[in-house]
T-cell receptor
Framework: DGGITQSPKYLFRKEGQNVTLSCEQN?????MYWYRQDPGQGLRLIYY???????QKGDIAEGYSVSREKKESFPLTVTSAQKNPTAFYLC???????????FGQGTRLTVV | QKEVEQDPGPLSVPEGAIVSLNCTYS??????FMWYRQYSRKGPELLMY????GNKEDGRFTAQVDKSSKYISLFIRDSQPSDSATYLC?????????????FGTGTSLTVIP
């Protein structure tokens, strides 16, 4: 089945730790995105990538980092510099620029 | 003003009712629009993808675009309890280099059996 796989589904992080969220797609999509979703705030763009080895900051990139070494993979690292990391993180992909986006099932990150 | 705005609701209807979900957008250059359904603690699922004005129907769902008033709507006929979810409207940003999508904040819908 084609789709986007995010793992883990739930993640707990201690204060001061970096954690990495995985996102893999087998849709052969060029573009991939990371969004953060908080109650009442909708989706906010963290980073996006149009091609391998290239990525751009979104609206709330501070405290996050990404890599795009392979077309199918776009991991997100939440660093200790992110002041309020508890949120629902969504990865998405699209075939080329600005066609419809498809989402993974999300990772719920909680700082303990 | 946000590029895409959506009434957050919540909206509560009895089973079998016709549901109307609405968004407005600010940029008249937008040509594509999408509706997503998101169940609690799940990722958004693409429901409808429309281009230009007019209606698009898929089963019980109809997406409507009115470009003159910059208004997009999703109608759900014969609503079911399984339709209870948050519905997001979206428009792709095709005119800037940001390569991203503009999303509404979502409307929470509950269909009561």
């Amino acid at each position: 089945d084609g789709g986007i796989t995010q793992s883990p589904k739930y993640l707990f992080r201690k204060e001061g730790q970096n954690v990495t969220l995985s996102c893999e797609q087998n849709l052969n999509h060029d573009a991939m995105y990371w969004y953060r979703q908080d109650p009442g705030q909708g989706l906010r763009l963290i980073y996006y990538s149009q091609i391998v080895n290239d990525f751009q900051k979104g609206d709330i990139a501070e405290g996050y980092s990404v890599s795009r070494e392979k077309k199918e993979s776009f991991p997100l690292t939440v660093t200790s510099a992110q002041k309020n990391p508890t949120a629902f993180y969504l990865c998405a992909s699209s075939m080329w620029e600005n066609t419809e986006a498809f989402f993974g099932q999300g990772t719920r990150l909680t700082v303990v | 003003q946000k590029e895409v705005e959506q009434d957050p609701g919540p909206l509560s209807v009895p089973e079998g009712a016709i549901v109307s979900l609405n968004c407005t957008y600010s940029n008249s250059a937008f040509q594509y629009f999408m509706w997503y359904r998101q169940y609690s603690r799940k990722g958004p699922e693409l429901l409808m993808y429309t281009y230009s004005s007019g209606n698009k129907e898929d089963g019980r769902f109809t997406a409507q675009v009115d470009k003159s008033s910059k208004y997009i709507s999703l109608f759900i006929r014969d609503s079911q309890p399984s339709d209870s979810a948050t519905y997001l409207c979206a428009a792709p940003n095709i005119y800037n280099t940001g390569n991203q999508f503009y999303f509404g904040t979502g409307t929470s819908l509950t269909v009561i059996p």
